[in-house]
């Protein structure tokens, strides 16, 4: 499928009228029916905004496939837990999926520099305190 009937489809889908998808990505309503009648195609900026607003993978939005030389691997979630946590991280608004993900990199790089901190007092236990 193309863009423009990916793009009607995921309208329709969620059961919106061009004008408010237009109004949540901040375009005109004209713009969205050009996109969808192809005979417009959005910069990568808007892009972005409609595949976040639909919550596809930008990928999907515009229709790529998968080639040769190019995988987009599924991470595989087998622990109870993980797939607990990705199931509440999915069920959260856009906005506070990005709170989240601000705050398991600030865990995260924490982390790296516990770590690296850790390294540094095996090596030279004289420093350690």
Do not use: C, W
């Not at 059961?15 to 990505?25: F, I, T, Y």
């Not at 808007?46 to 040769?68: C, H, N, S």
């Not at 509440?88 to 506070?96: A, L, N, V, Y």
């Amino acid at each position: 499928m193309e863009f423009k009937d990916i793009l009607k489809a995921a309208r329709i889908k969620e059961g919106l009228k061009q004008s408010e998808v237009a109004e949540r990505v901040g375009l005109s309503t004209g713009a969205v029916s050009t996109y969808e009648n192809g005979t417009r195609e959005p910069k990568i900026e808007i892009l972005i905004k409609l595949a976040d607003e639909f919550d596809l993978p930008l990928d999907q939005l515009v229709g790529r496939k998968k080639t040769p030389g190019h995988s987009f691997p599924e991470i595989e979630v087998t622990d109870f837990e993980e797939q607990r946590l990705l199931q509440m991280f999915r069920d959260i608004s856009r906005d506070d999926q990005q709170k989240v993900l601000a705050i398991v990199k600030t865990f995260h790089d924490i982390g790296k520099v516990t770590d690296e901190n850790d390294f540094r007092s095996e090596k030279n236990p004289a420093s350690a305190g």
